[in-house]
């Protein structure tokens, strides 16, 4: 995908960046077109899900941001004194004297280009066993056929000629446990640094497994803004992530099939139609990952498809989209085609045995009741 079709797509509009967190979730649902092409051009998928009037509450509260800030800063500050007597007196590293380079800005310059070189320069010298932490380095990770600059707000901690990854959050952590989920967010997020730190190694010519799958994650402690720091192997994460970046459909073979007019500026008339062009792959676990989400599930449910009960429904259904050609395949009104053969007997043997266990339950004495002998298709869905 060329530039020039990138800002036709946005409309004009300054790209937004990915991060850590965008990545993890377009690599949890790899089939759907419309993530893909409005990630790959920058699209800002928050603003057009608003003027669709479907806006995901998506983002931190301004009182965990400002929370969060402090932490970091504390963390950090004159050349992360603390974060350093951290690792080694609770986790008893042996961390000799430190380099310490921030790449946040360079020499006034905050450009993305500009940064990734100075990050590229400062990791090759390191390579050779100058510099031991680098404050915000900006990485580069190829998705779905375009290059994404990561921003992250991490340090990369060099120890004993391996790489490691410092995430630091302001979740807590009490009494040595912290939130599974914020834990487990915390660890795809990381392995998309460790990633990326990867590939840049692999571009110098250096052994990527110089970067280590155990992540050092930084959290307060219990209830005060004294930090703490947990080893965190995030291998699964990783094997998910290659695996499913390697899944991902190639934009530039979608957009080829789009019209050339297609756009998703937010002051065109036609941007409900523009977005319903690009083919969704809507699950209710996208509730959780994408801010167009509200949009889609209405849609899914316009058209009753089966993607609005899960993908375990779905996937079960083997290739049947929609709720209406299941029932009918389950009360036999609808003569299958050879390859939903085996999908159809399966749908007929559960309506059968629902109508058998409904029937039991009234013999038994149980309440009467005017259900269909099919599943009632879930309101939340």
């Given amino acids: 995908m060329h530039d020039s079709d990138m800002q036709r797509l946005r409309g004009g509009a300054t790209p937004r960046n990915h991060d850590a967190r965008t990545i993890a979730a377009l690599t949890a649902n790899p089939g759907c077109a419309r993530r893909?092409?409005?990630?790959?051009?920058?699209?800002?998928?928050?603003a057009v899900a608003r003027r669709l009037g479907f806006p995901a509450p998506f983002g931190q509260s301004q009182f965990a941001i400002t929370r969060g800030n402090a932490f970091e800063a504390q963390v950090k500050a004159d050349g992360c004194a603390e974060l350093l007597t951290l690792l080694r007196d609770r986790l008893?590293?042996?961390?000799?004297?430190?380099?310490y380079d921030d790449l946040e800005v360079v020499g006034g310059n905050e450009s993305r280009e500009v940064r990734h070189a100075r990050t590229r320069r400062l990791v090759e010298r390191a390579l050779g066993g100058e510099g031991t932490l680098f404050d915000h380095p900006l990485l580069r990770l190829e998705i779905a056929g375009q290059t994404a600059y990561l921003e992250p707000d991490v340090i990369a901690f060099q120890?004993?000629?391996?790489?490691?990854?410092i995430e630091i959050k302001?979740?807590?952590?009490?009494?040595?446990?912290?939130?599974?989920?914020?834990?487990?967010?915390?660890?795809?997020?990381?392995?998309?640094?460790?990633l990326a730190l990867r590939r840049l190694l692999e571009e110098l010519g250096a052994d990527p497994g110089r970067v280590s799958h155990e992540v050092f994650l930084v959290c307060p402690e219990n209830f005060s803004n004294r930090p703490a720091a947990t080893p965190l192997d995030v291998r699964p994460q990783l094997a998910v992530l290659e695996r499913q970046l390697a899944r991902l459909t190639r934009v530039d073979q979608i957009v080829g099939g789009l019209p050339d007019d297609l756009t998703f500026?937010?002051?065109?008339?036609?941007?409900?139609?523009?977005v319903r062009t690009v083919d969704a792959r809507y699950a209710p676990e996208c509730m959780a990952t994408c801010e167009m989400a509200f949009f889609c599930r209405d849609e899914a449910r316009a058209c009753g498809a089966t993607a609005t009960l899960g993908k375990a429904v779905r996937d079960d259904l083997?290739?049947?989209?929609?709720?209406?050609?299941?029932?009918?395949?389950?009360?036999?009104?609808l003569t299958p085609s050879a390859d939903l053969a085996e999908t159809a007997e399966r749908l007929r043997t559960a309506a059968r045995l629902r109508r058998?266990?409904?029937?039991?339950?009234?013999?038994?004495?149980?309440?009467?009741?005017?259900?269909?002998a099919y599943a009632v298709i879930p309101a939340t869905a």
């Fill in 170 to 194: 302001s979740f807590a952590v009490i009494d040595g446990q912290a939130e599974p989920e914020q834990v487990a967010a915390a660890a795809r997020q990381s392995a998309v640094y460790v």
């Fill in 356 to 372: 058998e266990a409904l029937a039991a339950a009234t013999a038994a004495g149980g309440p009467a009741t005017a259900e269909s």
């Fill in 318 to 333: 083997g290739g049947v989209d929609a709720i209406g050609t299941a029932l009918a395949l389950a009360d036999g009104s």
């Fill in 92 to 99: 008893g590293l042996d961390v000799p004297e430190v380099a």
């Fill in 265 to 274: 500026d937010l002051e065109d008339a036609a941007l409900p139609e523009a």
């Fill in 159 to 165: 120890l004993g000629g391996r790489f490691h990854i």
């Fill in 36 to 46: 893909g092409v409005m990630d790959a051009a920058g699209v800002d998928k928050d």
